[in-house]
């Protein structure tokens, strides 16, 4: 195999991991792209909201309807509101982990089998006396597949990570509106039986 044959093989591998770098970059703005829809919405909801909130509290007349449009039922309302942003949320990061981890995923392997079609064909025309340097270069071969395994795992590690803090997230998000209605409910009742 001669030098433009060897530099042709290399190029291949580095074209794949170029496109895997574009499709990555394609799902992380596909990715920002829906966040931002999100959070767009849920800010024209909260701003509509508030404004709904504002008009009743400026026309009710006396302390009593303002008390009670501050109520559990009102708290809860906005609890779901905010439970249900963030499962989008986290939707939206679930998907784009798992497709960023399938892109990673295609591209060791892509990147794996070009390097090995590569490595067999430079040791396979290897000339003769050169055993030595061959078998070198198959165990500096063998370390780079290793620190690939050893970054597919990572990655999945990362992922899985990610993947329960979010769901951390929000089950403590839950947990603190669950807390604040259980504080709320009781303050409303006595105020309604007085």
């Known amino acids: 195999?001669?030098?433009?044959?060897?530099?042709?093989?290399?190029?291949?591998?580095?074209?794949?991991?170029?496109?895997?770098?574009?499709?990555?970059?394609?799902?992380?703005?596909?990715?920002?792209?829906?966040?931002?829809?999100?959070?767009?919405?849920?800010?024209?909801?909260?701003?509509?909201?508030?404004?709904?909130?504002?008009?009743?509290?400026?026309?009710?007349?006396?302390?009593?309807?303002?008390?009670?449009?501050?109520?559990?039922?009102?708290?809860?309302?906005?609890?779901?509101?905010?439970?249900?942003?963030?499962?989008?949320?986290t939707k939206v990061l679930r998907d784009g982990s798992k497709e960023f981890s399938n892109v990673v995923e295609a591209s060791i392997d892509q990147f794996q089998d070009g390097l090995q079609d590569w490595v067999n064909t430079v040791t396979a025309t290897a000339p003769a006396g050169s055993e030595v340097f061959v078998s070198s270069f198959k165990t500096v071969y063998g370390s780079v597949l290793q620190g690939f395994e050893q970054f597919r795992a990572a990655s999945k590690e990362a992922f899985a990570t990610a993947e329960k803090t979010a769901d951390q997230a929000l089950e403590t998000a839950q947990g603190q509106i669950a807390q604040v209605k259980k504080v709320a409910t009781p303050a409303t009742r006595s105020r309604k039986a007085a």
């Open 1 to 89: 195999m001669n030098q433009e044959q060897i530099t042709a093989k290399l190029s291949q591998i580095n074209s794949k991991g170029l496109e895997a770098t574009f499709s990555l970059s394609e799902a992380a703005l596909e990715n920002a792209q829906k966040l931002a829809e999100l959070n767009y919405a849920a800010s024209k909801d909260a701003l509509v909201n508030v404004q709904d909130g504002i008009q009743h509290v400026l026309t009710a007349k006396d302390p009593k309807q303002v008390t009670e449009l501050l109520s559990a039922d009102a708290l809860q309302a906005a609890s779901n509101q905010a439970v249900a942003y963030q499962k989008k949320v």
